[in-house]
Nanobody
C-alpha cells in the first residue's frame, strides 16, 4: 500500500482559496487512482474529486464542480486539490485516498491519509 500525508488545510474566509497537497510514498504512485473525500462533524465521509493515473480524467462532486480542481504531479508523487470560492459548507476534514480504479465511495479506496482540517468562516 501507499502511504499518504495531506497538508495545506487551515482557516479561510468565505470566498477565499486554499490548495491541499497529498504526498505519497513509494515508487508506484503513477499507477494509482487518487481522490479527495471530506467529512464534516456528524456526517458521513463524502466524495469530492478523483483523478486517474495519467491526470487525463477527472470527476467531481456536483457541490464542488467549477470551484475545485484536482491535479497530480507524478514526478513529485503528489496530488493537489485547489479550492476556490470556498463556502462555510466546505468546512470539513479533507482526506486523500489511493485506489486501483475510479470510484466515488470510500470503500473503493484502500489507502488513506490522516486528513487535514479546512474551516471556512462566514
Amino acid at each position: 500500500q501507499v502511504q499518504l500525508v495531506e497538508s495545506g488545510g487551515g482557516l479561510v474566509q468565505t470566498g477565499g482559496s486554499l490548495r491541499l497537497s497529498c504526498a505519497a510514498s513509494g515508487r508506484t504512485f503513477n499507477s494509482y487512482v487518487m481522490a479527495w473525500f471530506r467529512q464534516a462533524p456528524g456526517k458521513e465521509r463524502e466524495f469530492v474529486a478523483t483523478i486517474d493515473w495519467s491526470g487525463g480524467y477527472t470527476l467531481y462532486a456536483d457541490s464542488v464542480k467549477g470551484r475545485f480542481t484536482i491535479s497530480r504531479d507524478n514526478a513529485k508523487n503528489t496530488v493537489y486539490l485547489q479550492m476556490n470560492s470556498l463556502k462555510p459548507e466546505d468546512t470539513a476534514v479533507y482526506y486523500c485516498a489511493a485506489g486501483s480504479k475510479i470510484g466515488v465511495v470510500p470503500r473503493e479506496y484502500g489507502s488513506w491519509g490522516q486528513g487535514t482540517q479546512v474551516t471556512v468562516s462566514s
